[in-house]
């Protein structure tokens, strides 16, 4: 996992700016904390910063190939977890290898197949490949966007990086929030219309697309989405095809030059990857799977039930590590850093994003990272099999808008009043809402039941689920720290993708399905216990300590704050304790006090 960077002009000499590249590159810190390289030639200026998870010594970038006459070089951030089958083929075909690295199977990988290695790769990845005999940038993120990838274009230089902090370290890259950018950071957001962002003339490489950049232009192309096709497997032979997947998903994912661990929260998901994981160290006579879990300060004071939280995890966190003998270790952490490091959770970022529940999961990164450098976690399950309350309610279901982001018109007040008058949140929405629904591919075979359930899966999957993996990347990266996420492994979701409701969701219960598999080697109590989201702090003290900080920067006049949002909204919020603001800001999670979260840094 690293940071790339990098830009390439057909008008300048690009020799003379290795200043320019270094900056940029130093901007990615975080997310390469062990080396750092750079390429420049007169046309190309690549650079990257590593953290090591693959090979120590071979997997060294830049990585430069010297083929034919020709030279191609790589930077890449991600992790390929079908490098073994690639390898073979390649060296079937004459190829060599100087190391084990996953960097150099790519490299070589596209010098064999071209433009359509992305046709061949089964993992998590974002790369720029330079073509020096073509002078042609080949730049491709994975089916899914679990890494990111951004691009602009400034003077003739085509401009990109796993960040956009560090594309504004290029000279004369702007910082301009536009009436887009505020329709998508307060309508959308923490969302975001896949290929935007909030900032003018700055875009993200949307997920499975691949591009090229060469004297005749910029080429962008998709190379792969989720189709609908009729489920011909009988139920016997669909569990047996999802549990294949299953286990081959998240072993592939277990390969690591570095330690590793499994994030446990006592759920189901969580509970089906430490399964695995564990039964993979038994079976290779590994030392025992550590196992992580994530607590606040006075939590079992201060918990309260809920439709969305019905119980606590510890009870099945333990269930679990009695039952696989991990070696578990739990992170509780305390109020005053959790509200500390909201403004690093929105430099992690770029923007605002999921306030406590970005720090969180900064502070778990940042806290597992001295023992661990990769980490496999249970993200994803709930979108690709249908784990959220919106998929059973029928007033979600037809909100006639994205079923996690309901309050809009308490969005629109946050707005100036000045603002408010140019910036329509609700039409955007609608109109993003409809332009995502026109996407989805009905087929003539699916019941009234499976057709209404694909549109809701989309969205949750392109939106909802987009979502928490720019979370899940930005947090951990931030720390120095990978995580992976064995659900997302885009042939399992395209399996599940075309399982009818009535399967999917067996028995009428949120992850049915997934639920009945995994009977046969998880407890009852967690196949049963019902879905419970990230643990969050329950301490009054947290809200209290937010509440505090907002209120500091509303008295300063200055604040830019100010001249963005309804600062009479904001202190009416503030007096009646957030009873002004009501309904959940964005989904499950973000409630009033992550709303308070959201405007506290300045």
Known sequence: MCGIVGFVNFKQVLTKHKNVLLNMNSSLINRGPDEDGYYIKEHVALAHKRLIVIDPKGGKQPMVEQLSENEYVIVYNGQIYNTKE???TLEENGFTFKGHSDTEVLLKSYIYYGKNVVHHLNGIFAFAIWDQKNEELFIARDHFGIKPLFYTMQNNSFIFASEIKAIFQYPGVKKILNSQGIAELFGIGPAHTPGTTVFDNIFELKPSHFAIFNRSGFHLEKYWKLASMPHTENFAQTCDHLSFLLK???????????????????GLDSSIITKFASDYCFENNLAPLDTYSIDYVDNDKNFVKSDFQPNSDNYYINLMVNKLHTKHHSIVIDTPELAEYLEDAMIARDMPGMADIDSSLLLFCKNVKPYATVSLTGECADEIFGGYPWFFRDDALHSGTFPWSIAISERQTLLAPHIAKRVDLKGYIDYRYNESLSEVEI???DSPETAEKRKISYLTLNWFMQTLLDRSDRMAMYSGFELRVPFCDYRLAQYVWNIPWEIKALNGREKGLLRYVSRKFLPSEIVDRKKSPYPKTHNPTYLA???????????KTNAPINSLL???????????????FTRPWFGQLMTRTSAYGIFVPS
Not at 545 to 555: R, Y
């Open 248 to 266: 081959d998903a998240i072993t592939r994912q277990l390969v690591s030059d570095v330690p590793l661990c499994t994030f446990l929260s006592g």
């Open 443 to 445: 087929l003539d075979t």
């Open 545 to 555: 300590k937010v509440k505090s900080m907002l209120s500091d920067i509303m008295a």
């Open 86 to 88: 690639l390898r073979q």
């Open 566 to 580: 309804n600062r009479d909204y904001i202190m009416e919020i503030l007096e009646t304790d957030g009873k002004a």
